[in-house]
């Protein structure tokens, strides 16, 4: 779709129709979740385990209660009183909510003051003596799994390893077997780092249990209001909170990027703390809390062995994994694969033998992981097959755009089955490749390189051609908890013509109240502008699971167009009606029904909506609305090409990126501004932790990364000038052929810079780039460490 | 503890507090006189979403004390509208889609707002240096400057 079939006035799809949320963000006047006071309102604080493996001897909570304004701790044997001390993850594990007698990592929840003031709980915090016994702490997850090494999740009863779980994909021998019978393998280690999603806002929430009605509201940070709903249901009936006595109030959000996906334990002691005392509990964690505690993302340690023919053609691929997931496994996934859909890992190639497997591994670190800017480990699958393949074109002495060429999918061969059983639904590879780099000038960038070698300097120039895997559902693979990743919308038509639509989605900066507005314009012709977008409070939207896997465009969007298709068969009946012909007489255009041939016979939208409230047909229901539930019949592969130039200091290994083109194919677009700048956005998560983010542990397992100090999010001076542009390969099966777009960039951007930096030189020794804290060591490394 | 009484003018209005001397100017803003557009995002002044203007610089009033504005001219992202017209840089952040989820907004609008009076005609450079202090996790910065380019063509 290239040009917009509506007018301006109605801003139907193609429109980069300016937001309608950006009003109130650029007053002050969003309403974020500490942005919230309600009468009477409490706050929580939380005391955080200095140790990342020790028994706790004792909390003295004397000299903290004596503080004026300090009104209890909780802790542990509290909440173990009702049975709240452990709650279950996503993942069927389990995690403490508050420990009894053992903390599991640094910054671990140890137990919460509640207090009448902010700065009253902090003092609070302050006064808790809690006295500890260091124990042996397990921070390498290669240490972790081998034989006889202490067992961690002492918890579960028969648990003799610390092995969270296996899980593999393919046929291993087959796959062996063509590695065996190729001309070349190539073997690369490839790490990617723990990092934190670091959403500008903190995760937080104000729990209100009313005790006169017995209803808990939450005003909570969550991307899944919804889902949070039925978990604190199933999670806490026993202590009387029922379903339809629970209200989760998801506000505007100040970024998610999957790290408010999780029930994580502050929401819990709050939920508690509200129904025991009966007042509103205020808990907004601060920035250490967040990226010291909160689920983290990757840490994920990888061997790949990519097999080809002597000519380039590729023909097995093997990987194995060692996932760090802390000491739970916490993973906010809502696939039936532990290890979520990182079976993508034959990314854009035809390859015909493959073979994944991950063993995920117990530490003394926080749980998680979370989807970070992704539909779960599809950067780390799309990283591993991208460094294989320059690693392989190195090998072959061969151009990796070429190679990347020979081997791609070809269009004609859409709908693809993957060896590894995904069913891509469209793709044109080469296409995005050549326009990449064409823009990018890439023939006189490889001439440049080869005169700046010859003079000892370091340029790299790096591609990726990534296969996105995006939009969860379908059911049949998609759940939260047994609840199926569907998602909805609910359209009402007023008499006046303007609308007002509910999805089961949250926004957390991704511009739904202006997309889904745009939506319903190009379905039904109610300009954009007359429709109000509302997402976010579980006592008004239609169920749905939330947003993140770039799966509001592919469910929720899918819904909206067709319960609008649903709202536009009736005004049709009612348009027949108004008009007097049959219903086969009548012909669409957006904003209204006219008679074939006659076009000046017409009914428009809000013609049709007054009538549905006023001078419906006999025997028709009365007003014009709709509700969509929509499980997509496969999820949408959105693909692209990225090509970068870098230039690296020899001195001090400071790595600058000179040029970044992105081309992207995400099918049909809504608003091509707001997609613009969710790649811009996705490429800067994707340069941060390929050059500068990284959470790691030394050996008693202390934190490095825990602060803004030392977690370095890029700033506009090390972000180049993003050059963007697009292909358009429709969704064959989403209803107007749209793809998620949202984790794109995010995804396919960290190998590009990787490829650009990384190159074994010919004494097998290997140029890497890694997070800033870490680059004055690792300028060289020699070959086989991971990169 | 002991308090202190200062009077602040915010955003062109005289305002009072009694406040405890390690009350941070952020708290005071937000929390005593209710303006919530002001944001906290680090604690560390590495984010720059408490940035406000403090007798024409942008300061970050997470790391502030309130008592040390006693007396001081104050303009927060609210002030920034001024008879129902908007600032340049509140309407070069709409047209250029320089924000997304909103939160680092405010800090980059008196940011910026602040930089555009003092150099009338910045470089890109200029720019991303004046911004460089304020954190965005959503748009990727580019079209941020764009923005900040608009506001300065239109002031001009």
Known sequence: MSEPRTDAKICGMGHSMKRKEDPRFIRGQGRYIDDFTLPGMLYMDIVRSPHAHARIKKINTARALKIPGVLAVIDGPTLAKYNLHWMPTISADTQMVLPIDEVMYQAQEVCAVIATERYIAADGVDAVEVEYEPLPVMVDPHKSLAPGAPVLRKDKEGKKDNLAFHWQAGDKADAERALAASDVVISENVYLPRIHVASMETCGCIADFDTAQGKLTVYMTTQAPHAVRTVFALVAGHVGLSEEKIRIVSPDIGGGFGGKVPVYPGYVIAVAASVVIGKPIKWIEDRMENLQADSFARDYHMKVELGAKRDGTMTSLKIKTVADHGYANASANPSKFPTGLFSICTGSYDLKHAFCEVDAAYTHKPPGGVAYRCSFRVTEAVHAIERATDALAQKLNMDPAELRMKNFIKPEQFPYKSVLGWEYDSGNYGVALKKAMDIIGYDALRREQAEKRKKGDLMGIGISSFTEIVGAGPSRDFDILGIKMFDSAEIRVHPTGKAIARFGTKSQGQGHETTYAQIVAEELGIPAAHVQVEEGDTDTAPYGLGTYASRSTPTSGAACALAARKIRDKAKKIAAHLLEVSEQDLDWEPGKFFVKGAPQMAKTIQECAFAAYTNHPQGMEAGLEAVHYYDPPNLTFPFGSYICVVDIDRGTGDVKVRRFVAVDDCGNIINPMIVEGQIHGGLTQGIGPALYEEISYDDEGNISGGSFLDYYVPTALETPHWETDKTTTPSPHHPFGAKGVGESATVGAPPAIANAVVRKSASGRIRVATAMTTTMRTIERPAGEPV | ?156
């Open chain 2, 1 to 156: 503890m002991a308090k202190h009484k200062i009077s602040v003018t915010i955003n062109g209005a005289a305002r009072e507090a009694e406040v405890e001397s390690r009350l941070l100017l952020v708290h005071l803003i937000r929390e005593v006189f209710r303006m919530t557009g002001t944001h906290v995002g680090c604690d560390t002044s590495h984010c720059g979403a408490c940035t406000v203007v403090l007798d024409g610089n942008p300061v970050k009033s997470c790391t502030v004390l309130a008592v040390q504005a006693d007396g001081a001219k104050i303009t927060t992202v609210e002030g920034l509208e001024q008879g129902g017209k908007l600032h340049p840089v509140q309407e070069g952040f709409t047209e250029k889609h320089g924000l997304q989820c909103g939160f680092c907004t405010p800090g980059m609008l008196m940011t910026t707002s602040a930089l555009l009076e003092r150099n009338k005609n910045p470089s890109e450079q200029q720019i991303r240096e004046a911004i460089s202090g304020n954190l965005c996790r959503c748009t990727g910065y580019v079209n941020i400057v764009k923005a900040v380019q608009y506001a300065a063509e239109k002031m001009r």
